[in-house]
């Protein structure tokens, strides 16, 4: 859609809501001088009434000036001990009215006794017994008057009853030259916009002020009367984003950003839908750069099947590789509200992708087989895991055996007999030295891949192993959202807990990636960036919600079974090899599997009794994962 050069500017309520906005900041002194305008008013209303029209001014004192002045000023030293001017007119309701009638009530009081006491025996009396009335009915329409104005702007901007939300934006470029055409169409208000171009500086988009730059934010008086900030940087680094993302939380307001350049290059979204600031907008990484002919060359044309289709890795993978044009996607999924939910999310997107939604178990070898001889796949992406560390660490330890460990043998197993190109498993840093079940399953399901790949040729197995993603099910980021959105306090374990994150789509682009790349038996490593300590993430989760600290509380619960406090990756130099690709490397594994390794792995997992305890099952654990030490 083209806009015309108008079609975006505010309209006379918009106007009218920005000029009282930047009038409020006044609001004090301004009150005083409206209400002495409309005291003084009322003191020649007063004489209207009693002599007329004709007499009103002939027949005054020459000495009324000076005593209406002094009258005045009793008036609105009784305001002020009233604490009238502090009231925010918009709001006036019944507690303003009392304090109103007590102000004019012991000023026309104060008044009167002056004015008999100085013997100013030309005043009439009936002025002094009718100027605290009408004064205190002319402050009263003063105050109604404007919260008619108030609401009926607000009404007319927003097209409800609803507050109108003022911004203030940061950019002042074609995006924010987008989103404000947008923003007035949705009942915004936009007091001003910051740009660090000194060309930029005292300019006009339709009509909204340019006011300087981003460091400028913490001084604008403006910002009182602001309801939101609004980041309008799409095309900015990751680092420029960060900085202007971190300078509006500052300001205490809850911080709003418009779509990255990457979903709107997706075309899922316009620029003027602002959205929440997420977590991953926090990363500061720039954007993955990827072989996107060697993935088109992976996926295009072939059947792609996906266990665990509708998990948060697996949902995102499904979506990835569609792009590519597969020639039928194969959805595999134990869940079936989960495989519902990405059937129709693909069916909405392509429409014309082929697609197998199935429900099944990848514990039951014999349906893996069927499926695999039925729709023959060239790349397998397999995604179904039991991953949520305390939970698989006691009761749940055996399923996370048999999940991660024959659940992985089974459709390895599978795609090998129908000779599928690739097979990619997604694994975790967890299996770095693994402290607890989860990442000692991992760690062996990456042992039974490498062994796979000497035996059987024909397949390429690969394993590709990355830390937390940004808000998969059972992450922090959903956590802290809740408990924010409930008054707090957030819970983190321990203060010093840090971890490896990745955005969802940055982390499925990546396995593609290292599909692409893959020799048979590697096992790839994401590089992740710096770790970030989880306190600082719920602060900083606090602070762009609008709130502080102190309001919402921060408190640590321990570490949980199972949980490290700092995890690994095997990311350096020295335990890793370089790739084709800056942002995988492959890892140097030392323990390998073998025959009898595997044989005796199976044997054990199948061998029915073996789940009732969960010391002997760790115990056991060890034997077969040599760096495995549980905590």
Not at 603 to 612: A, I, S
Request: proline letters at 5%.
């Amino acid at each position: 859609m083209t806009l015309s050069p108008d079609s975006g500017a505010p309209g006379f309520w918009h106007r009218l809501d920005r000029l009282l906005a930047i009038l409020r900041l006044r609001r004090q002194p301004l009150t005083l001088l409206i209400d002495c305008a409309v005291i003084c008013l009322a003191w020649n209303v007063t004489y209207l009434f009693r002599l007329g029209f004709e007499r009103s001014w002939a027949a005054r004192p020459d000495y009324d000036h000076w005593v209406m002045m002094g009258v005045a000023a009793l008036y609105l030293l009784a305001l002020i001990g009233a604490k009238v001017p502090r009231a925010m007119w918009r709001f006036s309701g019944f507690g303003e009215l009392k304090r109103l009638v007590f102000a004019c009530t012991v000023a026309g009081l104060l008044s009167a006794v002056s004015i008999l006491m100085l013997q100013l025996a030309q005043i009439p009396r009936t002025v002094l017994v009718l100027h605290p009335l009408i004064s205190l009915l002319g402050l009263c329409m003063a105050r109604l008057g404007y919260r008619m104005l108030y609401e009926h702007a607000r009404s007319r901007i927003t097209g409800s009853d609803s507050d109108v939300r003022r911004a203030v934006v940061l950019g002042a470029g074609e995006a924010a030259r987008l989103l404000l055409a947008g923003l007035h169409q949705q009942g915004w208000t936009v007091l001003g916009l910051l740009d660090d171009d000194p060309a930029k500086r005292d300019a006009r988009i339709f009509g909204v002020p340019v006011l300087g730059s981003l460091d400028d934010l913490g001084r604008l008086d403006v910002l009182r009367e602001a309801t939101h900030v609004i980041v309008a940087m799409p095309g900015a680094t990751s680092a420029q984003r960060r900085r202007a993302i971190e300078l509006g939380a500052s300001s205490s307001l809850p911080v709003l950003t418009v779509p990255s350049f990457s979903e709107l290059r997706d075309g899922t979204v316009r620029i003027e839908r602002v959205r929440a600031i997420e977590p991953e907008d926090l990363l500061g990484r720039d954007p993955v750069r990827l072989d996107e002919g060697g993935i088109a060359d992976l996926i295009s044309g072939k059947v792609v099947l996906v266990t665990g289709a509708g998990g948060s890795i697996g949902s995102e993978l499904c979506r990835q590789a569609a792009r590519y044009g597969p020639a039928a996607l194969v959805l595999y999924e134990l869940s079936e509200f989960a495989l519902y939910q990405i059937e129709q999310s693909l069916s909405e997107a392509h429409p014309h992708l082929p697609l197998v939604r199935l429900m099944g178990d990848v514990k039951n070898l014999d349906h893996l087989r069927a499926v695999f001889a039925a729709h023959r796949p060239q790349l397998v992406l397999h995604a179904a895991a039991f991953k949520h560390v305390p939970l698989m660490e006691d009761d749940n330890a055996w399923a996370a055996l048999q999940n991660n460990i024959i659940g992985t043998w089974n459709a390895a197993t599978a795609a090998a007999e129908v000779g599928s190109e690739r097979f990619v498993l997604i694994s975790t840093d967890k299996a770095v030295n693994p402290t607890n079940v989860m990442g000692a399953s991992k760690r062996a399901a990456e042992m039974v891949l490498s062994r796979m790949a000497t035996q059987i040729p024909v397949t390429r197995f690969v394993a590709v192993r990355f830390g937390n993603v940004l808000g998969s099910s059972g992450s922090v980021i959903p956590k802290f959202k809740e408990q924010i959105a409930r008054g707090g306090p957030v819970t983190v374990t321990h203060p010093d807990i840090n971890r490896y994150f990745m955005t969802i789509p940055e982390a499925t682009r990546l396995v593609l990636q290292a599909a692409a790349l893959a020799e048979s038996g590697q096992v790839y490593v994401l590089d992740m960036g710096d770790p970030v300590k989880i306190v600082d993430l719920a602060r900083d989760m606090i602070r762009l919600s609008g709130h502080r600290e102190s309001e919402i509380g921060i408190v640590y619960s321990g570490l949980r079974s199972g949980e490290k406090l700092y995890e690994e990756l095997l990311a350096d130099a020295d335990q890793t090899l370089p790739s084709r690709h800056p942002r995988l490397r492959i890892a140097k594994l030392l323990s390998q599997a073998d025959g009898a390794w595997i044989e005796a792995l199976l044997e054990w997992l199948t061998t029915p009794g073996h789940d009732r305890n969960v010391k002997e099952v760790r115990e056991h654990l060890r034997k077969f994962v040599a760096d495995y030490h549980p905590q």
